[in-house]
T-cell receptor, first 113, second 112 residues
Framework: GENVEQHPSTLSVQEGDSAVIKCTYSDSASNYFPWYKQELGKGPQLIIDIRSNVGEKKDQRIAVTLNKTAKHFSLHITETQPEDSAVYFCAARTPPGADGLTFGKGTHLIIQP | DTEVTQTPKHLVMGMTNKKSLKCEQHMGHRAMYWYKQKAKKPPELMFVYSYEKLSINESVPSRFSPECPNSSLLNLHLHALQPEDSALYLC???????????FGSGTQLSVL
């Protein structure tokens, strides 16, 4: 089955700086890669996703890049703000995909004021 | 704001109790999921319902019993739980295809 590795487990950055979280996946058939943000006491919230036929996607301060050859994808957050503090999970879906997503172990992002 | 609503938000129960978790969605999605999440861990899949029929059971103990009364509702019936079952239980839906998962806020369950 699919295996998703996520690094780092904890990331502390100064407010206003950029943050990068990286994930690798094992199954070359995986074709959909979402990122979730989970705040304390809440469920994971989908913040951005990318399909395997696209190399990069951007939404305001958030971007995701995908390297299919190397089987890795990354989340980039620019101009970080205190409200970006949360746990971020990457995930991958392998077709046919009816059994949900394979998640990475999560990254605790801390924005230092 | 989520369109997947879970109740209750918190639940404390003894090992001999019977309780139910409820999930309601108004997104028109036909696939619904139960996930279990322990602290500082990713969500783990428990059950998948597709068009109101159980399609996947990830070897979950029988003390957890899912039910899908209609396309908008998903229940998880709990009986004779163990303290190690304490966790955040998340409901999710996906649609129109199987890709995008939308989670509710979860029920934080404590088993004493």
């Amino acid at each position: 089955g699919e295996n998703v590795e996520q690094h780092p487990s904890t990331l502390s950055v100064q407010e206003g700086d950029s943050a990068v979280i990286k994930c690798t996946y094992s199954d070359s058939a995986s074709n959909y890669f979402p990122w979730y943000k989970q705040e304390l006491g809440k469920g994971p919230q989908l913040i951005i996703d990318i399909r395997s036929n696209v190399g990069e996607k951007k939404d305001q301060r958030i971007a995701v890049t995908l390297n299919k050859t190397a089987k890795h994808f990354s989340l980039h957050i620019t101009e970080t703000q205190p409200e970006d503090s949360a746990v971020y999970f990457c995930a991958a879906r392998t077709p046919p995909g009816a059994d949900g997503l394979t998640f990475g172990k999560g990254t605790h992002l801390i924005i230092q004021p | 704001d989520t369109e997947v609503t879970q109740t209750p938000k918190h639940l404390v129960m003894g090992m001999t109790n019977k309780k139910s978790l409820k999930c309601e969605q108004h997104m028109g999605h036909r696939a619904m999921y139960w996930y279990k999440q322990k602290a500082k861990k990713p969500p783990e899949l428990m059950f998948v319902y597709s068009y109101e029929k159980l399609s996947i059971n990830e070897s979950v103990p029988s003390r957890f019993s899912p039910e899908c009364p209609n396309s908008s509702l998903l229940n998880l019936h709990l009986h004779a739980l163990q303290p190690e079952d304490s966790a955040l239980y998340l409901c999710a839906t996906s649609g129109p295809g199987p890709e995008k998962l939308f989670f509710g806020s979860g029920t934080q369950l404590s088993v004493l």
